[in-house]
């Protein structure tokens, strides 16, 4: 399936996912949280590069929540971006409390990256609204997965071999839409569906 722009596959994949989708509603103009993210979310225990790092990053996005239930039971610290980008948590403790987006509001620390001196980032962490097998994500269209990703890098956060891994459903996954994106794209390195592990051909 060939298309003609990012809205064009934005606009293809809130109209699949639908019959998928979960709260939070309504699913256009938003990184869709969809049944089976819980499942996507568990096979992040079976990546290597997660086991070994001790700071995973994750957007705010609701198909993420596991991710964080479960970095949080590992006892590593989660560093997280304010929805909007307006800022940047620090998590630790409770993995129910802190995980939504009202707990990390609440228990997070603000964090300054000017002078975060905790470690860095092993494991990046996002949601998509697309996403092909050599890496290349769509979001919703407002850049903050990718801002997050840079300003992590411009304030050498990110660890040298760092993963930057994407979950979504088995619909949001395509062959190839390369010819979508710009230099500013950044690639993922795995895709958690709730069936795969995909490692991308980067």
């Known amino acids: 399936m060939k298309f003609k722009n990012k809205k064009e596959i934005r606009e293809y994949v809130w109209k699949t996912i639908e019959k998928y989708a979960t709260f939070p509603f309504p699913v256009k103009g938003r ?17 290597k590069k997660f086991k070994e790092s001790k700071i995973v990053f994750s957007a705010p996005d609701s198909p993420l929540k596991r991710i964080r239930e479960i970095t949080l039971e590992e006892g590593k610290l989660l560093l997280v971006a304010k929805p909007h980008l307006k800022g940047f948590l620090l998590l630790k403790g409770d993995p129910k409390k802190c995980s939504t987006i009202s707990g990390m509001l609440k228990y997070g620390t603000e964090v300054n990256l000017r002078s975060f001196n905790l470690g860095k980032v092993g494991v990046f962490v996002q949601g998509c609204v697309a996403v092909d097998l050599n890496g290349n994500r769509i979001g919703k269209g407002t850049g903050y997965g990718d801002k997050e990703f840079s300003l ?6 990110l660890e040298n071999d760092a993963i930057n891994v994407v979950v979504a459903h088995d619909c949001q996954v395509f062959d190839d839409f390369s010819y979508l994106m710009g230099p500013h794209d950044v690639k993922a390195d795995v895709i958690l569906t709730p069936t795969r592990i995909i490692w991308c051909k980067t």
């Open 31 to 47: 990184i869709p949280n969809f049944v089976g993210a819980k499942k996507a979310c568990e096979k992040i225990r079976e990546i």
């Open 152 to 157: 992590l890098k411009q304030h050498n956060l």
